[in-house]
Nanobody, 126 residues
């Protein structure tokens, strides 16, 4: 069982930055691929970024070059650094843990993930 808790969301102006953190419970954090998803009102949950067990990173095209995912296995934490934020980035951001896949792969479908956090709101004003 893994429990995830996101933090770091808030209100920021367009062009600004935020850093999201996701702290995981348990001693097996390093055995999970980690993903960040977001869901805007009236829209489906979408993949934003993921990091494999081996540290390979993946990004949605909409955030590539602006967002950076990283993980610190010693702290059981995954981060999402978000720069040059845009109003269309406004959403609830969720982190998720996936026990499947390979050391270097990341799944992009929400149904592939085993555990989810409660989410943190990110609002970008224009």
């Amino acid at each position: 069982q893994v429990q995830l808790a996101e933090s770091g969301g808030g209100l920021v102006q367009a062009g600004g930055s935020l850093r999201l953190s996701c702290a995981a419970s348990g001693r097996t954090f390093s055995s999970y691929a980690m993903g960040w998803f977001r869901q805007a009102p009236g829209k489906e949950r979408e993949f934003v970024s993921g990091i494999s067990r081996g540290g390979r990173t993946y990004y949605a095209d909409s955030v590539k070059g602006r967002f950076t995912i990283s993980r610190d296995n010693a702290k059981n934490t995954v981060y999402l650094q978000m720069n040059n934020l845009k109003p269309e980035d406004t959403a609830v951001y969720y982190c998720a843990a996936d026990s499947g896949g390979t050391r270097w792969s990341v799944n992009s479908r929400p149904n592939d993930y085993d555990y989810w956090g409660q989410g943190t709101q990110v609002t970008v004003s224009s």
